[in-house]
């Protein structure tokens, strides 16, 4: 039994690494304009600002007039369904 338990806790482990692994990377570079906690906001053009949160893996400090270059995952962590419209007939 515990070899079993053993088993499914190590598929289970490499599961969830491979999964955090295998989202893609991206990269965002700009001027740091505010710093609120754990939250930032990178300003790339006049028209393009965004928003960052940190958490405690996250590594560096940016402070306001920075150059940064922020690295992100992006990972779902909800998704809303609804059902898809019917296609219409062709004539």
Do not use: C, N
């Not at 598929?11 to 491979?18: N, Q, R, Y």
């Not at 991206?26 to 906001?41: A, C, L």
């Not at 995952?73 to 809303?80: L, R, W």
């Amino acid at each position: 039994m515990r070899k079993i338990a053993a088993v499914l806790f190590v598929l289970v482990a490499i599961l969830t690494i491979t999964s955090y692994a295998a989202a893609k990377s991206y990269q965002f570079t700009g001027v740091v304009k505010t710093v609120q906690g754990d939250t930032f906001t990178v300003q790339k053009s006049p028209s393009e600002t965004w928003e960052f949160t940190k958490d405690a893996s996250t590594k560096g400090t940016p402070k306001v007039g920075d150059k940064v270059t922020v690295h992100y995952k992006m990972i779902a962590t909800d998704v809303e369904a609804s059902a898809a419209a019917p296609a219409k007939p062709k004539k």
